[in-house]
Each structure stands twice: as structure tokens, then as C-alpha cells.
């Protein structure tokens, strides 16, 4: 890839944000950025053309003052096509061509600078390893692009001037400066994305470091002749090319160790980054970006999902500190709400094809949907902490009643946030005929507890808490619904709600209405009383 587009810089930013999104995980980032390093030598490879000799057709025609002109009338033709695609490609050829002219123009540009006494004893100082490093990583942080850095280098070369011994650390410096892209586009993205930029400085630092005391080293020994020999444009090809391809064999079976060097500077930390699917960058992309708003609305799902099964817990033994949890997880999820809603509302601002603009759409109502659900959460909290303090405890018959209840509101939950965070629209069908079975569990214990309070076993006050528990995993099922259903009708292309209901609940002889009863008996059957009565059946 980063032969294509020429630019080591431009594949590191994307793979930075890849991870930041959570597209990549740092491991596989780690082998995409080393391939980077290998494929931004090619523009060197390209520039050196430029030092072809001989008068052949072939050679003048490799020559970029040959094709270039040809690239550039190729670009701007497919840049005034209507196709996206098309403009892009023609932006790259475009770009190419300026770059490969820019480079003939200032080879010829400093070739009287051969002749100026201060322009050869420059280079001569840069024979020092540290300074050509810190001269090669200061040049390439500031234009941010280490193949016009090397092609600048490559230009000045046909001064004449430049060694073996000054270009090697500057070459060196320039794949250290080239980190800088990455680094920049690292800030304020999450953990693995800053960590993923930092892998990308660690591997040229150490492969750098590697490189150079093992080059003068050797050189300390065999005195090689080449090191104060001038250094032409496709040496400087070759020098580039050998670093990264050396640095990428040595290191890649440390990549593991890349990893953990990276984690070790930027630490976990104790509490999970929130919203760290939610990357803006990612909006000039409407597939990916809506894929990434799903995955953060299933990480919303799940904390309604656990919020409520924990308030569940607390109706049965009261626990303060867990309390605490389910509004904290409760302020969580209303934080995803907005961040979600946010998000989507300006990816719905965005130029979407039909399907991605229904998917925005449904996930606008679902992460209200989920939100809903979460105060739920906080609803039976209070029911329970009521009962708490008021130390109200229901009858042996009314527990084992609001168990069945429970277990099966607990079973709607879990098959809603699975099927959401699957896609799976088989187990998003079990949900309907769930949903219906609670409901009528609900009627029955209601019916049940009016029949104890006219033979005297039970009081109105504790009758207000219990209707209250009721009323909200009711309404919790009913979310879970709507979740289900809007699942279905997005994959359906549907979004009349009230007319697929209809058709589920009465259809006639409809192969979905069929599997629906089939469901709902089996559920029954299932979520049966203590006395072996349905809910139907009371």
C-alpha cells in the first residue's frame, strides 16, 4: 500500500486510526507499519531514474522529466471525472508527477552549489553520525514525509558533494523524523492508537541504533573505501532500501516485544477509555463509521444489561456498595447515549447510501431503547432500597412468582444484547415471543396478588412496591422489543412496526406467525409457577 499512495507517513496515520477505532488491534498494526518502512523506499527507487545514463528510447523513457508530464495529463483527466474513485486516483498521479518534477527542479537548481567552499563543508561536518542523525530527523519532523526528505537528499546529491559517510546518519535521521505524522495524529486518540504511533518510533529508533554501530563498527575494522566515496542518487536509494529491509527482518520476530515495550510507556489504566470506537476521523468512511457506532452501542448495551440484572439482586438482599455500581454503570450509559447520539447525528450529516442511512436511523432509536433501559435499572434500585428500609418482605409464594418473572426477564435481556452484538437475526426473533410470555406473567402475578389481598395474606403497601417491580421489567421487555424488532426490519427493509406485530401476533398461517406460537408455547412451558400453572393459564 505504501508503495501505491508514496507515503510511509500516510499508511502509519491511517493504521494509527485504524486501531483508534478499533478496526486493527496493535498486534497486526505492528507488521503494517513495519511494511510501511519497506514500501516508502520505492520513491526513492523511482527518483534515482532521474540518473539513468544513455540515449536509448527506453532509458530517456524511464526517466521522470519523461513520464511525469504523461502521469499529470492522465491525473487531471481523471480528476474531472464525477466518480469519487476516479478523482482519487487522479489526485495521486497528479501528486506524483509534482513531486517528481519538484525533484528534477532542484537537482538543477543547487548544481552550482558543487563549486561553493560553505556548501562541501556542511556535508563534511554531517560525517558525524549524531549530528547527520539529528540534521536527517529535524528536516523530515518538519515536512513530515521521509520520501521527500530522501528525495531532497537525492537532489542535493548531484552537487557531487555529498559522501557515503554524511548521507548514511542523515538517511538514518530521516526514517526517525518520519514518526513525527504519526505521533500528531496519535494525540487525543485512545491508548492503542498513541501506543500503535509509538511501536512506529521504537522500530526506527532501535533498527537505527542497530544499523549504525553495527555499520561503524564493521567500519572500525575493515575500513571500507566506499565511506568517503561521493554517493549518487540511486545510492542513496540503496542505503534507504537496505536499512529498512534489514530493520523490518531483524525486528519483526520481536514484534511482540515492540508491543509490550509500548504498552510498558503508555500503561493501562484502571478504568476502561470510553467512546474509544468513536473516532470522527472515521466519518469520511459512513461503512466503517456505522460499524463502529454498533459496536460501542453493544458496549452500551451490555452495561444496561448488567445494571439491571444487578438491581435485580438488590430486591432480594440489599448491598450498598452495589447500588452505588448500578447508578454509576446507569451515568455510564447516559454518557454513551449522548456520545452515540452525537456521533450519529453528524455521520447521518454525512452523504450515506440507503442502507447505512436506515442502520443510522435505528441506531438513533435503539441507544434510546438501551438508555431507557438503564434507568429501569435505577428504578428497581429504588423499589429495593425501599424495601430496604422499610424492611418489607413478600410472601413465600409472591418470591417464587417474581422469580419465574425475573428468570425470564433476565433471558429477554441476554438474547436482545446478543443478538445485537452478533447480528444475529434468528435469536433477535426469540425476543417477541419472550417479551409476550413476560407480559403475561406480569398480568398473572398481578391477578395472583389481588386474590391474596382478598383472603387477607397480603397488604396494600406492600402491594405499591410489587406493582412498581412490575411495571418496570415490564417496560424493560418492552425496550428489549423494540430493540429486537427494529433489528429485524432494518435486515427486512421495513419500518412499520405496528403492521409486522400485528402480522406475527394474527397472521394467518404466515411461516413466521407459525414459529412465533411455536415460541411462545415453548416459552410457557418453560416459565411455569411454582404450582405448574402457565402464565396463560391464570
Not at 542535493?156 to 530521516?174: D, E, F, K, R, W
Not at 515492540?258 to 473516532?279: G, N, Q
Not at 412496591?465 to 421489567?473: F, K, P, R, S
Request: aromatic share 8%; charged share 20%; hydrophobic share 45%.
Amino acid at each position: 500500500m505504501t508503495a501505491v499512495i508514496q507515503s510511509s507517513s500516510a499508511t502509519t496515520v491511517m493504521v494509527v486510526g485504524f486501531v483508534n477505532s478499533g478496526i486493527m488491534e496493535l498486534h497486526q498494526a505492528i507488521g503494517v507499519i513495519m511494511g510501511s518502512n519497506v514500501g516508502t523506499t520505492v520513491t526513492s527507487w523511482i527518483l534515482s531514474l532521474s540518473g539513468l545514463q544513455g540515449d536509448s528510447l527506453f532509458i530517456q523513457l524511464l526517466k521522470p522529466t519523461s513520464f511525469s508530464p504523461v502521469l499529470a495529463f492522465i491525473g487531471i483527466l481523471l480528476y474531472m471525472c464525477k466518480s469519487e474513485k476516479k478523482k482519487g486516483v487522479g489526485t495521486i498521479l497528479i501528486g506524483f508527477a509534482v513531486l517528481m518534477t519538484g525533484m528534477t527542479t532542484m537537482s538543477n537548481a543547487v548544481l552550482p552549489l558543487q563549486n561553493e567552499a560553505w556548501f562541501t563543508s556542511l556535508f563534511t561536518r554531517f560525517s558525524n553520525p549524531l549530528l547527520g542523525v539529528l540534521v536527517g530527523a529535524l528536516v523530515t519532523g518538519i515536512i513530515q514525509s521521509s520520501s521527500a526528505s530522501v528525495g531532497i537528499l537525492q537532489a542535493l546529491s548531484a552537487t557531487g558533494v555529498i559522501t557515503y559517510g554524511s548521507a548514511i546518519p542523515i538517511i538514518m535521521g530521516q526514517n526517525i523524523g518520519t514518526c513525527v505524522t504519526a505521533l500528531l495524529s496519535s494525540v487525543g486518540a485512545n491508548k492503542n492508537a498513541r501506543r500503535a504511533a509509538m511501536v512506529h518510533l521504537y522500530f526506527n529508533i532501535i533498527g537505527v541504533t542497530i544499523f549504525l554501530f553495527g555499520f561503524y563498527g564493521l567500519n572500525a575494522v575493515c575500513h571500507f573505501a566506499f565511506v568517503n566515496t561521493t554517493i549518487e542518487a540511486w545510492g542513496i536509494a540503496i542505503v534507504h532500501s537496505v536499512f529498512n529491509i534489514l530493520a523490518t527482518v531483524i525486528l519483526l520476530p520481536f514484534a511482540t516485544g515492540l508491543e509490550k515495550l509500548a504498552i510498558l510507556t503508555i500503561p493501562d489504566s484502571p478504568e476502561k477509555e470510553e467512546f474509544a470506537l468513536l473516532d470522527d476521523r472515521l466519518l469520511n468512511t459512513p461503512a466503517v463509521a456505522v460499524e463502529r457506532a454498533r459496536a460501542a452501542t453493544a458496549e452500551m448495551a451490555e452495561l444496561a444489561r448488567v445494571g439491571v440484572v444487578q438491581a435485580m439482586s438488590l430486591t432480594h438482599e440489599w448491598n450498598g456498595e452495589l447500588a452505588q455500581k448500578v447508578r454509576d454503570e446507569e451515568c455510564r450509559v447516559d454518557r454513551y447515549e449522548d456520545a452515540l447520539g452525537t456521533y450519529l447525528v453528524k455521520l447521518s450529516g454525512r452523504e450515506l447510501n440507503h442502507t447505512d442511512s436506515q442502520s443510522v436511523n435505528t441506531l438513533l432509536h435503539t441507544i434510546s431503547d438501551f438508555e431507557r433501559i438503564s434507568d429501569h435499572s435505577v428504578n428497581l434500585l429504588e423499589s429495593a432500597e425501599e424495601m430496604h428500609q422499610k424492611e418489607i418482605h413478600f410472601s413465600k409464594d409472591a418470591q417464587e412468582e417474581l422469580q419465574v418473572l425475573e428468570d425470564a426477564v433476565q433471558d429477554t435481556l441476554s438474547r436482545t444484547t446478543d443478538a445485537f452484538r452478533k447480528g444475529d437475526l434468528h435469536l433477535a426473533s426469540k425476543v417477541e415471543p419472550l417479551e409476550a410470555v413476560v407480559n403475561e406473567l406480569v398480568r398473572a402475578i398481578k391477578a395472583r396478588h389481588v386474590a391474596r389481598l382478598q383472603a387477607g395474606s397480603c397488604s396494600i403497601e406492600y402491594g405499591f412496591v410489587l406493582d412498581d417491580l412490575l411495571t418496570n421489567y415490564e417496560r424493560v421487555c418492552d425496550h428489549c422489543s423494540n430493540v429486537a424488532v427494529a433489528q429485524i426490519e432494518v435486515a427486512q427493509d421495513s419500518f412499520d412496526t405496528h403492521a409486522y406485530l400485528n402480522d406475527l401476533r394474527h397472521g394467518n398461517d404466515t411461516k413466521e406467525s407459525e414459529e412465533f406460537h411455536r415460541r411462545l408455547g415453548r416459552y410457557r412451558e418453560r416459565y411455569l409457577f411454582p404450582d405448574g400453572q402457565t402464565a396463560e393459564e391464570n
